[in-house]
């Protein structure tokens, strides 16, 4: 039975990563429902903080709250602060999307306390990142929030990059330099941001995705007609999109125009965009580089 539950878990999982939020729910009420019976509170308390996850992703706020409330409990009372910390993390992650920016608070706080005293997991550098995002859109707490930020920072450097993300801190720290009229800081922290997005290892694979629309942008410039003719069908489909989308378009339509600036191009654009353009630029740039995003001619009979 206890097996059953675990692949219940593992199935509600997939289910969440496929997207299937109902599949995902029916999969960790089952596992939960199994756990409860058998009294494993350790298990109960994973499979409500996934529960929490998938009601989070549905926007089901209410349900997603009370499902992390239960874990967080649970996890509580057994004493594993490590585990309540991230629950606490994800508990104030549904308090700011639902308005409520003073409990979020407490809770990030509460969670911060728990992974630093003492050190486990990140040491609460994502929890001092999730605070200081929350902070810099309150009325006098951008001095509060930067310095939370740099505490991330700090975090961040001594941790795996990919687990880290620190270009997202970077980017943080960016918004809120903006925010207290320091655009040279900014721009440095943005630099600092594509940079370590750049040599992330996992920033060349992810660029894989986009490779027939920087093809594209390349032919076209070259004149082709039919990648033309394709480059504006892409950037019509980001516009339509909206949000970074829209900032993507306007940059590739700037490249079209003959804009190789890559610091202006990539100003006040998101982090996986600024790529893009970084890619494109190089493939401009490079000829040699070329080849692995052009389409590879068919072999003759």
């Excluded at 729910?25 to 929490?52: D, I, N, T």
């Excluded at 979020?104 to 605070?131: F, H």
Aim: with cysteine.
């Amino acid at each position: 039975m206890r097996g059953q539950g675990v692949t219940e878990g593992q199935l509600g999982t997939l289910a969440m990563a496929e997207g299937d939020l109902n599949e995902a729910v029916q999969r960790h009420q089952a596992a939960l429902a199994l756990f409860q019976r058998l009294q494993e509170p350790a298990m109960e308390a994973v499979a409500q903080h996934q529960l929490g996850r998938a009601f989070q992703e549905a926007k089901q706020w209410e349900q997603a709250e009370r499902h992390y409330r239960e874990s967080a409990v649970l996890k509580e009372k057994r004493g594993d602060l490590a585990s309540a910390a991230r629950t606490w993390n994800q508990l104030a992650m549904v308090c700011e999307r639902t308005g409520r920016p003073e409990v979020a608070e407490t809770w990030y706080r509460k969670a911060i306390a728990a992974m630093q005293n003492p050190p486990n997991g990140d040491r609460g550098a994502v929890c001092l990142s999730n605070l200081a995002e929350l902070l810099q859109h309150q009325p006098g707490r951008l001095a509060e929030a930067h310095q939370l930020a740099e505490e991330a920072l700090a975090i961040k450097a001594t941790l795996d990059p990919g687990a880290a993300e620190i270009w997202k801190t970077y980017s943080l720290l960016a918004k809120i330099a903006e925010q207290q009229s320091r655009p040279r800081e900014a721009t440095d922290y943005r630099r600092q941001a594509r940079e370590a997005k750049r040599g992330y290892a996992g920033t060349a694979h992810e660029m894989k995705r986009y490779s027939p629309l920087i093809a594209a942008v390349v032919l076209a410039i070259g004149g082709d007609a039919k990648a033309q003719t394709a480059t504006e069908k892409y950037m019509a489909q980001l516009e339509k999109a909206g949000g970074e989308n829209t900032e993507l378009a306007a940059a590739l339509r700037r490249i079209l125009s003959g804009d190789r600036d890559e610091e202006v191009l990539c100003a006040g654009i998101g982090l996986t965009a600024s790529m893009i353009i970084e890619t494109l630029l190089h493939a401009l740039d490079d000829p040699s580089s070329r080849a692995a995003l052009l389409p590879q001619p068919k072999p003759e009979d």
